[in-house]
């Protein structure tokens, strides 16, 4: 039932999932140049000032290159498979995420399963219990990761660094393709730092470039994907599963992701924040048509949508409310176990009935 409704829901959308070759390259190029000249100007570009300048464009555009290898990594940047293989690829390589892991845990885990404990992977909330048993230290990083702040450390030490060590935590089964997509990241890396000392500064210097060329640039697009990817699947209405058979596909696609409305300049700098939820009802539109077809899917889906015009007021209340989850009653509750939302109803889109209680 839930893989034929949002079959018909997908069905007005494909004139919208026409891929444009010149609109690809186009992106492709402008943000890969503009992300060479940044990390030149970081590294080498005379005055501190304009060092400093060309370091801060350095991680939205990193982020940006990241959302180029998303719509590739979806199919739906090229319409050629190899071409976007090798986009989402290279377009991987400035933050550093190995392309099989990360096609392994948001295509293969993330869009398969999102929402449902132990199956999807990122920003799964804590129960009570989960939260009870952790160490001191471990309480102190829960707190801290649903902060404004935090969101980007929990990108930078929960997703980033253990995809690209292959921590077991998140990848289960170490492959000899994501060892070697990882110590490809790596040399990268390592390209990069080549790159900063071709010619032979001194230590002081080198590690000036390296910050701003690397470090900063690295933290500000962690904390950009952390941001958004905490908004797009994390609100006071929008539910958690632990057990499978309460959880559908329908469920995950429709009513566990925000559709949340930011001005464009935040879409520009938080990769797909805003238009997250067209984007999950159908993976193969790209990021140039997303926006119209989020309109056609707000008029078709009605209010079986989470839908959330985003303040910074608003922002902070839903950091506030959704701390950990109550996972049989379907509520979210503070870091001391009280609801702060209202139990949320489930099974609309599988088939179940009721608010679960």
Excluded at 58 to 69: C, D, H, T
Aim: net charge positive.
């Amino acid at each position: 039932m839930g893989l034929s409704r949002i079959l018909a829901l997908r069905a007005p959308l494909a004139p919208f999932r026409a891929q444009k070759a010149v609109a690809a390259v186009a992106l492709s190029l402008s943000v890969a140049t503009a992300y060479i000249v940044c990390f030149a100007g970081a590294g080498y570009a005379g005055p501190l000032w304009l060092q400093i300048l060309f370091a801060l464009a350095v991680g939205p555009l990193i982020a940006l290159l990241f959302r180029v290898a998303h719509d590739a990594g979806h199919g739906s940047h090229f319409a050629n498979v190899r071409l976007d293989r090798l986009t989402c690829r290279l377009s991987l390589l400035p933050s550093y995420h190995p392309h099989s892991v990360w096609l392994l845990l948001h295509n293969g885990r993330h869009h398969s399963f999102t929402n449902l404990r132990d199956n999807d992977y990122i920003w799964i909330p804590y129960s009570k219990e989960d939260y009870a048993a952790l160490s001191a230290f471990g309480r102190f990083k829960a707190r801290l990761y649903r902060t404004t702040p935090g969101t980007g450390l929990y990108y930078l030490f929960e997703i980033s660094l253990k995809m690209l060590t292959l921590r077991p935590s998140l990848v289960r089964k170490v492959k000899a393709v994501y060892v070697r997509d990882a110590l490809i990241a790596v040399a990268f890396l390592l390209l990069q730092l080549v790159l900063l000392a071709l010619d032979r500064p001194d230590i002081s210097t080198f590690a000036l470039r390296v910050t701003l060329a690397i470090v900063l640039p690295y933290l500000v697009f962690n904390w950009l994907v952390g941001f958004a990817s905490f908004l797009n699947h994390t609100h006071p209405r929008v539910p958690w599963f632990s057990r499978r058979e309460e959880w559908s596909f329908y469920e995950g696609q429709v009513h566990c992701t925000v559709h949340v409305v930011v001005p464009k300049w935040m879409v520009f700098f938080l990769t797909d924040l805003g238009l997250h939820g067209a984007h999950h009802i159908d993976p193969r539109i790209p990021i140039w048509k997303l926006e119209p077809a989020e309109a056609r899917i707000v008029a078709d889906a009605g209010g079986e949508i989470v839908f959330e015009p985003w303040t910074f007021a608003r922002h902070r209340e839903i950091m506030r409310t959704c701390k950990l989850y109550d996972y049989d009653a379907h509520r979210w509750l503070d870091f001391a176990g009280r609801p702060t939302s209202a139990a949320i109803e489930i099974g609309r889109a599988s088939g179940h009935s009721g608010t679960a209680r």
